[in-house]
């Protein structure tokens, strides 16, 4: 089983990115699909959710109206499409998959800073 995420760098505030997450090694489709971020000194946190359908989507409310998560079944994919982004979305963010199992990926780091 592997989630790798892929897509974080450095932007400037305003800026936008588009994070990742490759699944393989498991039945993608059938998975809800979750972003989770942790920055230095804090907790991790959910960032975004999707259901394994596309049928429901939830996001925390510090980034609704600015990020959006879909996926691709066809491509077990799952996006993080991050607009107007701010100093304090600055984090490591998390791809995981859960179900009756529940697999992490390693994260990719995403600076926001001018």
């Known amino acids: 089983v592997q989630l790798v995420e892929s897509g974080g760098g450095l932007v400037q505030p305003g800026g936008s990115l588009r994070l990742s997450c490759l699944a393989s090694?498991?039945?993608?489709?059938?998975?809800?699909m979750r972003w989770y971020r942790q920055a230095p000194g804090k907790e991790r946190e959910l960032v975004a959710a999707?259901?394994?359908?596309?049928?429901?989507?939830y996001y925390r409310d510090s980034v609704k109206g600015r990020f959006t998560i879909s996926r691709d079944n066809v491509k077990n994919t799952v996006y993080l499409q991050m607009n107007s982004l701010k100093p304090e979305d600055t984090a490591l963010y998390y791809c995981?998959?859960?179900?009756?199992?529940?697999?992490w990926g390693q994260g990719t780091q995403v600076t926001v800073s001018s």
């Open positions: 995981n998959a859960i179900r009756t199992n529940d697999y």
């Open positions: 090694g498991f039945t993608f489709s059938t998975y809800a």
């Open positions: 999707i259901g394994s359908a596309s049928s429901n989507t």
